[in-house]
Structures are given as C-alpha cells and as structure tokens.
C-alpha cells in the first residue's frame, strides 16, 4: 500500500527547461512570482499567461500536469475569492442582494487574488517539475554557498536532503514491513475513529524510528570511513555551469518585466 | 609472493569504556601486501572492533595500528589511511549516500577532493571491476543486497585503496549475493594486489582465504592457513565455532573408522579422497 510514492512530481522528460541550471529555474522562479504581484491591470495578467503558457511548452509538460497542480488549493482559492468579494469594501457598488453589497473594487480584489494565486502555484509548479530534487538540491547548495560566510550551513542542508531522498523509499519499505508484520499479529490500523487510528500506529512509529536511528549510525559510519568530513576542501562530480539556454531564458523573463512595466511608463 | 608488511597491529588493546572489559585484547598482527585473510569469530569474539580499528574508525586504547606506515594515532594521516583502507559494512542498505549509484561511487572521490574532471574515469573503472557498470543510473533501493555491496565496492575501489576491509559484508545476503560479492573481492584480490581482510561467520568462506584467524574473547586464537586451521576441529567445535562442511564430513567419516584425509576443506578434494578409498565406487 506505501510502494508506490513518488519524490516529489518531477516528469522525466528531455526539453531545454529540463536542461537549465537548476539556479537559473529557481531564481526565474522567483522572478516570475514578482512579476506576478506586479500585474495591477487585469490585461497584464495576459502577458503573464502567455509567459506561462510559452514555458509549459518549452518544457514539454501536459498541460493538465499543470492545471492538476492548483487542485490541492481549490478551497484556498474559493475562500480568496468569496471573502474579497463580500467583504470587501469599496466606492463603487455594483449590486445588492438583501444586506450584502457587492462593490466593485471586491469585485476586482477577488479576481486579482484568485489570479494570482493561481499563476504563483503554476509557475512553482513547473519548477518542480521540470527538476528533479537531486538537481535542485544542489542548486540550493549553490545558490545558499554565499552564505556560508555567515555560518550558514548551506552544505550540511544539502546533504541532508540528499540522504533523506536516498532513505526515504527505504523506510517506506520498512514501514510496510512492519506493518505487515504487525498487522499478522492481530494489529488493526485501519478501523476505530482517529484516536484510535493514532494510537494503532505507536507500534508502527516506534520500531520505525528505532530502526532509522540505527542506519542513520552504520551510515554516519560509513561515510566517515569514505573520508566525509563536512563540506571543506571537496570537490563535487556535478558542477553547475550557466549555458546560452540560461540566457536565453534569462532574457525571456527581461521581456516580460518589459512588457508589465511599460503601461507605467507609457 | 612479497611479504611487505601492510597492516601491522601491535600489542592492541580496545576498550568501549575505561572501566570495561577489553574488546580487543593485546592483539599483535601483520597482514602482508596482497594477503587475503579472513578472521573468524563467534559474536562478541571483538573482529569487528578489530576492522574498525584498521582504517582509524576506533583507535586502539594501548599498543599501535599502522596501515602502509602509517600510525592510525596521528590525526594528519586519518584521512589518507581511510584512503588507503577502504571498509565494506554489514548492512548493504546502511552505506549508500546517494540517489544514484554513479553519483555514489563519486561520493568518496568528492571528500578527498579530486577533480570533477577526473572523477568519471575513475568511477567507471570502479563500476567496471565490480561488473556494475550497467547500473550506472540506477536508484540503490533497486538494487538486490549482493549488488548494493558492489557499489559499496565500487565506492571504495574509486579511492584506489591499497587493502579492502569487510566487516560481514555478506552476513545480511542470500547464498547468490555472497558469493557475487565474495569473487568480487576474491578477484579484485587476485588481479590488482589489493589486501583483503574479510571478516565473516560463513566458513566456507574462509576457507577459501590465503590465512584464517580465529578470534575469542578478543585475542587471537588461531592464525594459520584454512587446510592448517580447519583440521583442528574440536578446538574450533571450542571456539564456539563451525569447520566447512566438507572438512566436518571428513572428520565424521575418520570417526567411523575411514581413513579420509582430515583437512579436506572443498566439495572437490572429498570428492578426490572418495575416489582414493574407494577407487570401485567411482563410475568413468
């Protein structure tokens, strides 16, 4: 029942987003998030779509890869949408029904908030998906190296997502396993109401973190005996290297801060 | 064969604790280049202490590890000793770092800080010799048990160790994986020269060693070769311990009045002492 997780929702395809730095996909990332927030014109948000659109294509995902990606916040985006607009006020009243006035700057609000909220997780989305989270590990690592001057630990963090990604489908399998085995002696974790859920899974939880606190001793071990002391002085079999693709994607984003800056220019 | 001195213990003592009893007690040993020696013990006999104080994981308490000169004691050699002596643990899902199994192998080359460029050849030399090569990209958790110790193998091999330490690498296997791993090292022995110190409970295994050593109660019982060892089967029976089932046979059938060599250790030379007391018995 646990064995087919998958890490993260990385799509193994071959595109050229696929192949960008892992830095450059995440500082655009970032970038286009701003350049969302920076729409004020409902006919702004075009632009941004057809950023999206365009970036969708490149990377070779199924759209609906990416529309599936705003089910999680369904509720969160209702619940913006309604509360801007019912409860925000304003100059302009568009209609009323019984006490409740719709005004037209919640009106704008409500389409505002839900818009961006839902271009802000699409185009997280992409990132996640087009990387996997060994890639992205070390494009963290690098991007966070900088700070390493103020005692951040920027490869220690590295390190510890990269173990847990390795661990992770391995105690998925102990847990089966010992789920399995407690369930041949009589346990029960899938009747009773939620406390007694939560109590069934103690005789789960305890062998569980027994046993990952004794791999996570052979391991510290083993990667001590394979002359691991810490980030200094190591080199690395993945170097990150800026290519013209990151140029090039580089110069896509340019385009669009262009385009949603020039009304205020204009 | 040479017989330089490559791992050399002397008078070692290791305790746990200050007040405890010795794990390892006043142990003094010389593995030459090249040696392929299996230790034996029954659990608590102190062998893996023992491998562990062979690349500076546990430094000894009283007395002196050197490994190709070098004192496991001075702090500027840890390093180069956990180079030189690379160690395989029990539990093959316990050691892999990374998500992939050539990123693993490139683990030890990153921490003693090689190259980026010349990490690649290295790595599929390594994976060349463990016969992993075609599992280059493959997730460890695909892996079956013998193949995951190959990598860990293959991890070490990268870092061109001069000796192979391996503390029951093949204790968690099937009979198929064991023996996977065992003629990997066998031959890795064989053709590149490398030392091997294969610490086991399986006698067959050991039996198959240049030099077998006993241990209990944290010393060295016994130290000779398998044919030498093996044919001393009550004290071994003493030791809490096994002979290879071919040499219990032999031992058996001498207990019954057959006069079959004692220190038959293969199915082959039983099968050559059969034939010798029994030439009838054998058929073309």
């Not at chain 1, 970036?55 to 801007?84: D, G, H």
């Not at chain 1, 409740?100 to 271009?119: C, D, P, Q, S």
Request: include cysteine; aromatic fraction near 8%.
């Amino acid at each position: 029942m646990l064995r087919d997780i998958t890490l993260g929702q990385y799509y193994p395809v071959d595109s050229p987003v696929h192949r960008l730095d892992p830095r450059t996909k995440i500082i655009l990332t970032v970038l286009f998030i701003i350049a969302v927030f920076m729409a004020d014109q409902l006919f702004l948000y075009l632009f941004i779509l057809g950023y999206l659109v365009m970036a969708v294509y490149v990377s070779r995902l199924p759209a609906r890869m990416i529309i599936r990606s705003i089910r999680p916040m369904r509720i969160l985006l209702v619940f913006t949408f309604v509360l801007n607009l019912f409860f925000g006020a304003g100059t302009t009243a568009l209609f009323t029904i019984g006490p409740v006035t719709i005004w037209k700057e919640g009106l704008m609000n409500a389409v505002h908030f839900t818009l961006r909220l839902v271009f802000l997780v699409m185009g997280s989305s992409i990132l996640t998906l087009t990387t996997s989270p060994v890639t992205l590990t070390d494009g963290l690592e690098t991007l966070a190296s900088p700070l390493k001057k103020i005692k951040f630990p920027a490869h220690e963090m590295a390190m510890m997502m990269t173990i847990a990604l390795r661990f992770i489908p391995t105690l998925v399998e102990e847990a089966d396993k010992i789920m399995k085995a407690q369930t041949a002696r009589g346990a029960d974790f899938e009747t009773g109401n939620l406390m007694a859920r939560a109590r069934a899974m103690v005789p789960l939880l305890v062998p569980l973190f027994v046993s990952a606190f004794r791999r996570a001793g052979d391991l510290a071990m083993a990667m001590e005996a394979r002359c691991y002391h810490g980030g200094e002085g190591r080199t690395r079999l993945h170097v990150l290297k800026i290519k013209r693709g990151d140029i090039i994607a580089f110069l896509t984003m340019a385009a669009l801060f262009v385009l949603l800056l020039l009304p205020r220019w204009l | 064969m040479t017989t330089i001195p490559h791992l050399v213990l002397d008078q070692v003592t290791y305790r746990y604790e200050p007040e405890a009893p010795p794990a390892v007690n006043q142990v003094s040993l010389t593995v030459p280049r090249g040696q392929f020696a299996a230790v034996l013990g029954h659990n608590g006999s102190g062998k893996s202490t023992l491998a562990k104080m062979l690349n500076g994981l546990f430094l000894p308490t009283e007395g002196s590890v050197l490994v190709s000169g070098m004192d496991t004691r001075e702090e500027k050699h840890t390093w180069d000793i956990r180079q030189a002596a690379g160690m395989v643990f029990q539990n093959p899902d316990n050691q892999l770092v990374a998500t992939r199994v050539y990123d693993d192998v490139a683990f030890g080359l990153e921490n003693i800080g090689v190259p980026t460029q010349e990490m690649p050849p290295r790595i599929d030399e390594a994976l060349r010799l463990t016969g992993m090569s075609e599992f280059a990209d493959r997730p460890p958790h695909l892996l079956s048990g013998g193949q995951k110790q190959r990598v860990a193998i293959a991890g070490i091999l990268a870092m061109q160790p001069e000796a192979l330490i391996l503390d029951e690498a093949t204790a968690m296997l099937d009979p198929q994986g064991r023996k996977e791993v065992f003629d990997t090292v066998a031959r890795l022995n064989r053709e590149q020269g490398i030392t091997v110190v294969w610490i086991t409970h399986f006698m067959e295994e050991a039996a198959k060693a240049q030099r077998v050593l006993v241990m209990n109660h944290g010393g060295i019982e016994m130290d000779g070769t398998p044919r030498e060892i093996f044919s001393r089967v009550e004290e071994i029976r003493d030791l809490r311990l096994d002979v290879p089932p071919m040499t219990k046979l032999a031992h058996m059938l001498n207990a019954r009045g057959v006069p079959a060599a004692p220190d038959v250790l293969t199915v082959e030379e039983m099968a050559r002492e059969v034939k010798r007391l029994c030439p009838s018995c054998w058929k073309n």
